[in-house]
Structure formats: C-alpha cells, structure tokens
C-alpha cells in the first residue's frame, strides 16, 4: 500500500518569505512517481511537477524549487520569495507503476501568505 | 488546457435520491478516475476505468457505482444519496502507457445531500 503524509496541515507566512512544503512517501514500489498539485480559492487542481524514482536531481523553476530525497522518502516543496497569489492547499501525490495510474494524495498543506 | 468538463458544476440533492455525474474528456486518454475531496482528507480515489467498460473500485467506493459506454465520458451515480456524500467530486484523466504524464483533474463538481 502506498501512503503520503503532509506533515504540515496550514502554514502563514508574510510576503516575500521562504517557505518549504514537506512531503513524505511510503511504497515498497521501486519505480514510482511524484506529483506536486496547487489548488487556489478556485478550487481548481493545477499540476506543478513531477519526478519519476530514478531521478534524484532537484529542480528549480522560477521561485519554486523541489528537493527529492529517496533516502528519507521525501520529496519537499520550496517556494521562495512567497507572494499573496501562492496562496493555496497544495498536495503532494504518489502513483506507483503497479497501480493503473491510481494517484495517492496526501491529505494537502494549507499556504496563507499574508501582504 | 485538458479537455475535461464535469457536469453539472454544482447540485444539492436531497437524501435519498439518485444522482449522476458525468466527466467528459476529449483527449482520448485511456484512464479515468473520481475522486472525492473532502476537509482534512485530500483526494481519494472512489472508482476508476481503464478502458471501455472496464471498471475498478478505488479506497471509497461504497455507495457509489460507475460507468464507462464510451472512452469519452466516466459516469458516477449515487444510487441513494446520503448526506456523507456532501463533497467535492474531481474526476481525472491520464495515459498511463506514457508514465511521464501527470493526471488532468476537471473542475469539479460540488455536490450537497440535504
């Protein structure tokens, strides 16, 4: 079975901190991917990156950066220089190889960045 | 943007009664899924297909059944709705042959069981 655990239910921040998002995964699977969604006051769910088991690099795009971490199932989100528009739930999500595509969804961090 | 529409968007129902939701895509994507989203538990999944007519239930499936007559369109029905069944429901899309691809969510559709 596979589980993600996001540790941190709501955080606050005021404009222009940095703030990291923390993800950690559980499978037996040895390939796996890694999913990072935002969803706004929408309520809309937005992709924002994935990561396949094989490849430990981190990446950056513009303020948000993510640090993936086999040795301690984790696979963190950094925005840095947060602004009132990152205001958001954001989920962490995990898909195995084995399991038709069923995504398992962490229970999701609520961001407030405050002006 | 994918193309995923979920209809109706929004519906209160009263106990009881049946209701269907329906997830349309145009991108011909084998697999679809429903999902449920509710306070403090994320998404989770009810019922998925990964081809016509072939259907599987997910970790929250009681009380909910699902069809799949054409690649394009992904029913849900509450046979009996109940209140537990207030929710947001998010229905997906994704082409699992080609694992780089992450699922396409649709806007959602909230539904109120009163």
């Known amino acids: 079975a596979q589980k993600v655990t996001q540790a941190q239910t709501e955080i606050s921040v005021v404009e222009k901190e940095d703030v990291t998002l923390d993800c950690v995964y559980e499978?037996?699977?040895?390939?796996?991917?890694l999913f990072w969604y935002k969803q706004p006051p929408s309520g809309e769910l937005v992709f924002l990156i994935r990561r396949n088991s094989f490849d430990e690099q981190n990446e950056i795009s513009g303020r948000y950066s993510w640090n993936f971490q086999k040795s301690t199932s984790s696979f963190n989100f950094t925005i840095t220089a947060s602004q009132v528009v990152d205001s958001a739930v954001y989920f962490c999500?995990?898909?195995?190889?084995?399991?038709?595509?069923?995504?398992?969804f962490g229970d999701g961090t609520t961001l407030t960045v405050k002006p | 943007d994918a193309g995923i529409t979920q209809s109706p968007r929004h519906k209160v129902t009263e106990t009881g009664t049946p209701v269907t939701l329906r997830c349309h895509q145009t991108?011909?994507?084998?697999?679809m899924y429903w999902y449920r989203q509710d306070p403090g538990h994320g998404l989770r999944l009810i019922h998925y297909?990964?081809?016509?007519?072939?259907?599987d239930k997910g970790e929250v499936s009681d009380g909910y059944s699902v069809s799949r007559s054409k690649t394009e369109d992904f029913l849900l029905t509450l046979e009996s709705a109940t209140s537990s069944q207030t929710s947001v429901y998010f229905c997906?899309?994704?082409?699992?042959?080609?694992?780089?691809?992450?699922?396409?969510f649709g806007q959602g559709t909230r539904l109120t069981v009163v």
């Open positions: 297909s990964y081809g016509v007519k072939d259907t």
């Open positions: 997906a899309i994704s082409e699992v042959g080609l694992w780089n691809t992450e699922a396409f």
């Open positions: 499978t037996r699977d040895t390939t796996y991917y």
């Open positions: 991108e011909n994507h084998r697999y």
């Open positions: 999500a995990l898909r195995v190889n084995t399991n038709a595509g069923k995504s398992t």
